[in-house]
């Protein structure tokens, strides 16, 4: 009875994964593989390709790793993502984690303005923004340092990398204490209380207790920030379309420009496949360094 119950139970929890697993294979798995196929021909939104793509084996990606436009793309997504994923928004995310953990008057104030950039859609955020770095005297940041005697600057034409930088800290803070506000909520009271009476400062205390406890949390973080930060799109786009001069081109806009403005969808499918292998590899990393088996 017990073996007939186990089996039972194997084929219901496979009937309950079922429609989670048709999903992925629809919404994942199908498009990553025709990325795959296509970026193996030379199919192409105009011309003769778009009538009659043609199977042209690795042409795409020996033209990809020679590219210079390419690796400049990758370089400054790497940038985008070490200074606003990997650096601001961990930092800053873990600080406001610490900081709501104590209780004083504004708390639910201050909570409530790190969370509201998660609540607004990207595409919006990137329309309010920029307004806030417009050009000449109608920009809201413009106002706000002519204050103090700063000229007006045109912040996505001088700035741009920096800004967009800024942006993505500023929307992804509040994911980043929700997770950090878990992982501290994890650790026992108690270690901090021998501490203390151990005579440990503050600093002692992060250091040797709350750090190392965090661990797990943060190549959590880590794992699902850079993968999400290296796919962004819209955010940037709305902002500055890869401008000026490519200089906010992340690997996202890159290929959407190949694959649309240049019509190059072979092309275009082997950059994505080559981006989607490289977060498989940052995911395997993170995963490793967690000692998690998967």
């Given at each position: 009875m017990s073996a007939k119950f186990e089996r039972a139970e194997i084929w219901r929890n496979r009937f309950l994964i079922l429609p989670s697993m048709l999903l992925l294979a629809t919404f994942v798995i199908y498009p990553a593989c025709f990325a795959v196929y296509t970026s193996l021909t030379n199919e192409s939104l105009t011309g003769p390709a778009a009538l009659n793509p043609r199977f042209v084996g690795l042409d795409n990606y020996t033209k990809l790793f020679t590219d210079g436009n390419f690796w400049r793309s990758l370089a400054i997504t790497f940038w985008f993502v070490l200074f606003s994923a990997i650096i601001g928004q961990l930092v800053l995310g873990l600080a406001s984690a610490m900081l709501l953990r104590r209780r004083f008057a504004l708390r639910p104030l201050v909570n409530a303005v790190i969370l509201m950039p998660n609540a607004v859609p990207e595409?919006?955020?990137?329309?309010?923004?920029?307004?806030?770095?417009?050009?000449?005297?109608?920009?809201?940041?413009?106002?706000?340092?002519?204050?103090?005697?700063?000229?007006?600057?045109?912040?996505?034409?001088?700035?741009?990398?920096?800004?967009?930088?800024?942006?993505?800290?500023?929307?992804?803070?509040?994911?980043?204490?929700?997770?950090?506000?878990?992982?501290?909520?994890?650790?026992?009271?108690?270690?901090?209380?021998?501490?203390?009476?151990?005579?440990?400062?503050?600093?002692?205390?992060?250091?040797?207790?709350?750090?190392?406890?965090?661990?797990?949390?943060?190549?959590?973080?880590?794992?699902?920030?850079?993968?999400?930060?290296?796919?962004?799109?819209?955010?940037?786009?709305?902002?500055?379309?890869?401008?000026?001069?490519?200089?906010?081109?992340?690997?996202?806009?890159?290929?959407?420009?190949?694959?649309?403005?240049?019509?190059?969808?072979?092309?275009?499918?082997?950059?994505?496949?080559?981006?989607?292998?490289?977060?498989?590899?940052?995911?395997?990393?993170?995963?490793?360094?967690?000692?998690?088996?998967?």
């Amino acid at each position: 009875m017990s073996a007939k119950f186990e089996r039972a139970e194997i084929w219901r929890n496979r009937f309950l994964i079922l429609p989670s697993m048709l999903l992925l294979a629809t919404f994942v798995i199908y498009p990553a593989c025709f990325a795959v196929y296509t970026s193996l021909t030379n199919e192409s939104l105009t011309g003769p390709a778009a009538l009659n793509p043609r199977f042209v084996g690795l042409d795409n990606y020996t033209k990809l790793f020679t590219d210079g436009n390419f690796w400049r793309s990758l370089a400054i997504t790497f940038w985008f993502v070490l200074f606003s994923a990997i650096i601001g928004q961990l930092v800053l995310g873990l600080a406001s984690a610490m900081l709501l953990r104590r209780r004083f008057a504004l708390r639910p104030l201050v909570n409530a303005v790190i969370l509201m950039p998660n609540a607004v859609p990207e595409v919006v955020a990137a329309m309010m923004w920029a307004s806030m770095l417009a050009s000449g005297e109608y920009g809201t940041l413009n106002n706000i340092v002519a204050w103090f005697g700063v000229e007006p600057q045109r912040w996505l034409t001088s700035f741009p990398l920096t800004m967009i930088i800024v942006v993505n800290i500023w929307r992804g803070i509040g994911f980043a204490m929700i997770l950090m506000t878990s992982g501290l909520s994890s650790i026992s009271e108690e270690l901090y209380e021998a501490a203390r009476m151990d005579g440990a400062n503050p600093r002692q205390v992060f250091r040797r207790i709350t750090l190392p406890l965090l661990v797990p949390t943060l190549f959590l973080y880590l794992l699902v920030s850079t993968v999400s930060t290296i796919a962004i799109f819209g955010l940037v786009f709305a902002l500055t379309r890869g401008g000026p001069a490519g200089a906010t081109e992340l690997i996202g806009i890159y290929i959407y420009n190949q694959s649309f403005n240049a019509y190059q969808l072979g092309y275009g499918s082997a950059v994505a496949v080559v981006v989607l292998t490289f977060s498989l590899f940052i995911g395997m990393l993170y995963v490793r360094a967690l000692k998690v088996d998967v």
